[in-house]
């Protein structure tokens, strides 16, 4: 059983409209964590009794600091918005099951839409060989400059055509054609389908890290549910401790 740890607050700064950067010190999280694992953190505020959920962006275990990108989406999230360097913040983690890097496979296609694309940073400066990086966003797009130290190859989308092709990033897969051995990909359950689709289509295995609303986090409460195939049946696995990643011949996407 994961137990609650304090972390101090080293950075807290907005990104992009509705999007904050936060950098903890908490050495025995990053000393464990993974690409593709969150952590929760725990408000202040006393009518808040439910964690937030956070996927983890970047690890620094060396220095024992753990980078997360999160948008403000409600009174938790905006509460943990307030908070300044110095302070202490209650956390849990790492949670879940994350990507799983092989090194023998050498050709990677990374496809992350909005708040899914923080998550695969990690991932990125862990993978070797051919990389390409697919990227969608309705707007301002967030840490391209960062999936540019590990790829020249990142190809950008946004629904109103600011930065990038006007469209969405399964267009722009498919516009692209890329060639891999391994796809990972988080973002709206919409997207996930579509890449598990176009991943089956070219017979490209693919990982899936999957976004669903949480409460404890830790797979007591059932709250985050997803249909999975089990031999020739099917169950239901807890996205927050079987996953949230997944393979995409796991998962099914109901209609």
Known sequence: ??????????????????MFEMLLSVGEIA?????GQFINLYSNRKDLLLP????????????GFI?????????????????????IIEVMGPLGNGFTISKEIKGHIIIGGGIGVPPL??????????????????????????FKKYTDKVYIATEDGGWGIKGNVIGLLKSNHPKGEMIYSCGPKPMLKAVASWAEDNDIKAQLSLEERMACGIGACLVCTCKAKDNNDWQYKRVCKDGPVFLREEVIWNE
């Open 121 to 146: 940073l990690e991932l990125a400066k862990g993978l070797t060989g051919e990389m390409s990086v697919y990227l969608g966003f309705r707007c301002e797009p967030i840490l391209v400059e960062e």
């Open 52 to 63: 937030r959920p956070i996927s983890i962006c970047e690890i620094d275990k060396e220095k």
């Open 1 to 18: 059983m994961k137990k609650k740890l304090t972390a101090i607050i080293k950075k807290n700064q907005q990104i992009a409209h509705g």
């Open 67 to 87: 980078k997360l990108v999160y948008a403000v989406v409600g009174k938790g999230t905006s509460d943990i918005s307030k908070m300044h360097v110095g302070d």
């Open 31 to 35: 000393a464990l964590a993974s690409p």
